[in-house]
């Protein structure tokens, strides 16, 4: 299957369904196609199979037609995080070479001298225009809706995502049509789209989690895409359109709970799927019982083309009812992939044993862009690819992930699971969110770092952190409590509600 296919597929099921909702107007999937075809031959016309066409915007219909139609015409979309700076956003775009960059004028101004460093660039194509020379409608306009692409392999690359640089430098991890079609399939498997669902898409378009708009254009159903996440509008986008299903990253969650009183009364959701990042006990218990509706999880990353795990609502349920152990699980893998957990020396740790997660199967990247070195570290022999997160199964089959390996603190000699304290922390009812790092320390090696960001009306002050530090106390061995507490107004997040604990560190080392 080609991504491109997906669209199709869907198209044929419900040609005059509804295929986006956005702030702008509607589309349904024979106009979209239709767009994406002569978008395709229009790009095809100005480059040649194999170069990178880069689109740096805000959520619109627009880069969903760009997912599709630039594979279509043979080339590779370079995706870019519209949240970078201009210098950030100058290194990401020159590592991705484009030919072809499509973008907002905003964020065009915001590159500034940066398209300097672009020599393969041929063509700038504006987003917001009226159809004049060199506007993203003009250039549509220029497509021959009677051309043919030419024939593809569904190994040829299909998108360029670069990874968000949480544990290092940020690497372009290439997604091939069979790699980006498996990860829908599987995403198809692990969260059911039902015939009358209705889907809000909260996270940048930038981001792996867009393959989720995929599934659902896989089954004919629609998708609400608003421009960003925004708490103010929300639940009116929600009840305007019908939406049933969303995926929300747990700190999305929490802001919805909070903001004006949490979720109306009579919303049409029937499931929540979250991921990106764990989610503290407290605040999937309060969303349960507020929201009244089923939850899911996955677990995946960019190097997965989504999501390979699922926890699903079966078992939320069992967990909330009585077995608190299912919880702190991410679920059970696709049976499209297969997951291992190896210790260092890539060799298999029996059911209990915590060590690397290592994954195979046609959704898992080809490698990392023009990163031969980094290509081969992240692969065991026979195609696993090691995903830098530690976990264990249960008896069960249930994957646990207790940590990135990055995230990993040892103090004193000792492994501190970040994931463990923070889930502590999150209990407190000051506590708004919080990220537990390690600081180097020359008396313990690393020093066990809250960073907090508290509710409204509570001050972060000595009092408070010595609390947290007691419950941390009680709750863990003594070894795992902070040794610092650190209030801050926001945690730094990535566009997939991930909080950055890189850069937590290097503020805090930098001072």
Avoid at 154 to 172: N, V
Avoid at 295 to 313: I, K, R
Avoid at 325 to 350: A, N, Y
Wanted: overall charge negative.
């Amino acid at each position: 299957m080609l991504v491109d296919d997906v669209l199709d597929h869907g198209r044929r099921r419900t040609p005059n369904g509804v295929a986006l909702i956005t702030p702008t107007g509607t589309l349904d999937f024979t106009t979209l196609a239709d767009r994406v075809h002569r978008l395709a031959a229009a790009l095809a016309a100005r480059t040649a199979p194999g170069d990178r066409v880069a689109v740096l915007s805000e959520n619109r219909a627009e880069m969903v037609e760009c997912y599709y139609a630039v594979p279509r015409a043979g080339c590779v979309l370079a995706f870019a995080n519209q949240r970078l700076a201009g210098a950030e956003l100058a290194t990401l775009l020159a590592d991705a070479d484009p030919r072809v960059l499509i973008v907002e004028q905003a964020l065009l101004d915001r590159l500034g001298d940066g398209l300097a460093t672009l020599p393969s660039l041929t063509e700038v194509v504006v987003l917001q225009d009226t159809g004049g020379p060199g506007g993203y409608e003009a250039l549509l306009a220029s497509g021959d809706a009677a051309w043919s692409p030419t024939p593809r392999h569904p190994d040829l690359a299909a998108w360029l995502i670069h990874t968000s640089g949480t544990t290092g430098r940020s690497k372009g991890a290439v997604l091939t049509h069979r790699n980006v079609t498996a990860g829908v399939v599987t995403g198809a498997l692990g969260r059911p789209v039902l015939p009358d669902d209705v889907y809000l898409f909260p996270f940048p378009l930038c981001h792996v989690a867009g393959y989720n708009v995929l599934v659902q254009h896989l089954h004919g159903r629609p998708v609400v895409l608003p421009a960003r996440f925004d708490a103010d509008t929300f639940w009116d986008d929600a009840g305007r359109h019908g939406v049933t299903t969303v995926s929300l990253a747990p700190t999305m969650l929490a802001m919805l709970l909070d903001h004006h009183g949490g979720a109306p009364r009579g919303h049409t959701l029937r499931t929540v799927s979250y991921g990106a990042s764990a989610i503290p006990d407290e605040l999937l218990r309060r969303a349960v019982a507020e929201l009244g509706c089923g939850f899911s999880q996955g677990y995946g990353m960019t190097e997965l083309s989504g999501n390979a795990v699922f926890l699903d609502a079966a078992l939320h349920r069992r967990g909330i009812e009585g077995e608190p152990h299912v919880l702190r699980t991410c679920g059970r893998p696709s049976p499209l992939v297969g997951i291992r957990i190896v210790d260092d020396d890539g060799r298999d740790l029996p059911v209990g044993g915590a060590g690397e997660i290592v994954v195979r199967g046609d959704q898992v990247t080809v490698g990392y862009w023009r990163r031969p070195d980094d290509t081969a570290a992240a692969f065991l022999p026979g195609g696993w690819l090691r995903t830098g997160d530690v976990g264990r199964f249960d008896a069960e089959g249930l994957l646990a992930v207790v940590d990135r390996k990055k995230d990993l603190i040892v103090t004193g000699g000792e492994n501190v699971s970040s994931l463990e304290v923070e889930d502590v922390l999150h209990r407190h009812p000051a506590v708004r969110a919080a990220a537990v790092i390690g600081i180097p320390d020359p008396t313990w090696g690393e020093a066990i770092t809250a960073v907090v960001a508290v509710r409204p009306g509570r001050g972060g002050d000595d009092a408070l952190a010595d609390e947290l530090v007691a419950a941390c106390r009680a709750a863990l061995a003594s070894f795992k409590k902070p040794r610092r507490v650190v209030f801050v107004e926001e945690l730094p997040v990535g566009p997939s509600g991930k909080i950055l604990k890189a850069e937590l560190r290097r503020r805090l080392v930098e001072g």
